[in-house]
Each structure stands twice: as C-alpha cells, then as structure tokens.
C-alpha cells in the first residue's frame, strides 16, 4: 500500500480539522505483517508529534493493532479503523479455499492476519478507538464468499466490530468508498478531535 488511496480522505482531514496528515506506506504483498508494525512505530516515532492519531483502512488497521501490540512508547491520540476485518474475514478465506496456492498473490500480511481465525480485542483503553463500517455492497468478496449480513462488499459489518472499541458507526459506502466518502472524513476527524461520532450507532464493550 502506498499511501495514495487515502490521499483524498487525509487532504479532508487536514482541510476540515486542521491536523497535519502523514501517509504511512508498506508492504502488504512481500512484507511480513511484524516489520510492518516495527516500521509504522519508528516512522510515527519520527514525526516527534507531542499528539499522534493513526486511521487505518482494511488491513492498514491490523497494522495498527499489531504495532500496538509490540511498543507503546507512543505520543497519546486516538485510532479509528475504516472497514477493518479485526475480527475475521470471510472473502480472504474464500479466496483461499477457492484459488488454493493462487492466493498467495494476496500477500503475506493477508495470510499472517486473515487466513486463520484470531481472537482479537482493544486492549488501549487510554487510546481510544472507533470503528466505521460501510453498507454499500460494491466489491469482489462476494465472489468468494457469503458474507454476513450488511457489508461493504469485500468486509462484512460483523467482521468490523472487535471488543473493547469506544465508538461504532456504520454508513452506506463501499469498501473503497470509505476512503473517498465526505461523510466518513467528517466522522472520522470528529472522532479523532472529540472521542466519537457525530451519531453513535453503539458502544462495544465487554
């Protein structure tokens, strides 16, 4: 990933909210999903921000959850995930069992995180999260899998909601379309400024 697909949601961000916005680039197909965590942390280490927040899209945000994972030596901030299948994803198994040693195409992040079940939950309670799902059936996984319920076409609304996050909103955009939707920039420096949503769908909490 490099960074240009969210260039539309950063320039909304900086424009809206007045944050600076830095795109973060990694290796989705050849890297390992642990040197990409190590880098975010040493390139958001090197910003030497006194307030840092992160927006990860899809896989982008299990960056994230992984790097959160191994350092928390961080500047304090805010995390919103856009479509994030933290807690599983059934068109990255479909593809799997569909297409075989084909889908090794897709990357070793993709088969470090989501070609096997995980238990995942927010554990950062002094770094809160919030999560915007979309509804707007526009995508492949359909192709490999039934997806559950409402979904953004390649993440169902189900595979977005891990335990332990602040704040939940879901709106009618396509996997894609959360990074280009006016709408999702909106919330999502609302949530980075304010610690929600403009209207909060749910609370996830156990």
């Not at 950062?124 to 409402?150: N, Q, S, V, Y």
């Amino acid at each position: 990933m490099n960074g240009a697909d969210g260039l539309v949601l950063r320039r909304r961000i900086a424009r809206d909210f007045g944050m600076e916005t830095h795109a973060f680039h990694y290796r989705s197909v050849s890297g390992s999903m642990t040197d990409s965590a190590a880098r975010l942390r040493d390139f958001a280490l090197d910003l030497k921000a006194e307030r840092l927040h992160f927006v990860g899209h899809s896989l982008g945000g299990l960056v994230i959850y992984r790097m959160f994972e191994q350092r928390r030596d961080l500047p304090p901030g805010r995390v919103v995930f856009l479509g994030t299948p933290a807690v599983s994803s059934r068109a990255a198994l479909g593809v799997r069992q569909r297409l075989g040693r084909v889908s090794a195409v897709m990357g070793r992040c993709v088969a470090e995180e989501l070609f096997a079940d995980r238990s995942r939950r927010w554990q950062w309670a002094d770094r809160p999260l919030g999560i915007i799902a979309g509804t707007h059936r526009l995508g492949m996984g359909g192709l490999f899998a039934k997806l559950e319920g409402e979904n953004d076409g390649t993440v169902a609304v189900c595979e977005t909601r891990i335990p332990g996050a602040s704040d939940f909103i879901s709106l009618p955009v396509s996997h894609m379309g959360l990074l280009m939707s006016a709408r999702v920039a909106r919330e999502t420096g609302t949530f980075l400024q304010a610690g929600h949503f403009t209207t909060a769908e749910t609370v996830l909490s156990e």
